[in-house]
């Protein structure tokens, strides 16, 4: 995520003294709509974001700050805060909305709010358990599960990011691997590594507000019987669950970590929080 002196665009300055300021960690999802709600609330914002390409769904707004790049651990987060505070422009509080899988942003987040005395607010992603059924639908509470199903001969869709996917494919043998990446050249580096053809490898940004048309045809065209994705809320398992139900595909869904983020809470109740307790 953000390193201080990794800004992308930088909004105006307010003066020397302190405002309503808060720091934003967001995913891929859930950030743009949080960040209008919280200038409309009157907040000032800066957001940290892992990739460059994420900052264009953000408003374009004078007094939002954008960064991108790795937060460097929680010693680096302290330091940020401190400076700001030095500066006199602490932030009031941090809100972890990264994605449910990112374990180890969100505990370097709390870490540092801990040392630092900032209040972290988590942003818990709907359950999308009662949402679109799947006729067929298995639950992993780990990868390491995935080689307790009959997999042989499947043809297999892994949607669960590049990171783990040498271990998905191991733990999988006999079936017949595709995935779908991020187009990003260390996800394909990690695509070919883990033994997948470049025929059977999409690299691509997700869709989901298109209607996951992309990842339908990809199913259809690959043939696929299995998909492996993550249990990560809307909009990607909403999308997962459709697809499989329509093309009559095995989901095999990860579950979150337990208690990897914290309690956490829905958008409506932080937002509801943060006018009540920093207003």
């Known amino acids: 995520m953000a390193k201080p002196g990794a800004i992308l665009k930088h909004g105006r300055q307010h003066g020397q003294h302190a405002v309503r300021r808060l720091w934003l960690f967001s995913g891929t999802g859930d950030g743009p709509a949080l960040a209008r709600d919280l200038l409309e609330q009157g907040w000032q914002l800066r957001v940290s974001l892992v990739r460059e390409p994420l900052s264009h769904a953000y408003p374009d707004d004078p007094r939002l700050e954008l ?10 987060l302290v330091e940020a805060l401190a400076q700001a505070r030095r500066q006199q422009r602490p932030f009031r509080a941090l809100i972890d909305a990264t994605h449910p899988f990112a374990c180890r942003i969100s505990r370097e987040l709390a870490e540092g709010c801990a040392i630092a005395a900032l209040p972290l607010l988590v942003l818990e992603r709907p359950v999308a358990a009662a949402l679109a059924p799947v006729p067929e639908l298995r639950w992993l509470d780990d990868l390491a599960a995935l080689q307790t ?8 869709l892994l949607a669960i990011g590049a990171r783990q996917l040498g271990e998905a494919v191991r733990l999988s043998a006999g079936a017949l691997h595709h995935v779908r990446v991020l187009p990003r050249p260390q996800a394909l580096q990690q695509a070919l590594a883990a033994g997948l053809r ?17 990842e339908a045809a990809l199913v259809e065209r690959w043939g696929i019987d299995t998909i492996v994705a993550r249990q990560s809320g ?8 459709r697809i499989a139900a329509a093309h009559c595909c095995q989901l095999v869904l990860l579950r979150q970590p337990a208690g990897s983020r914290g309690l956490g809470q829905g958008r409506a109740q932080l937002l509801d929080q943060l006018a009540s307790l920093y207003s």
């Open 149 to 156: 199903l009959d997999l042989v001969g499947r043809r297999l």
């Open 198 to 214: 470049l025929e059977r490898i999409a690299c691509l940004h997700p869709d989901p507000a298109g209607g996951g048309g992309i």
């Open 67 to 76: 960064q991108v790049g790795s937060l460097g651990g929680s010693a680096a």
């Open 234 to 241: 809307p909009p990607m398992e909403v999308l997962w669950r």
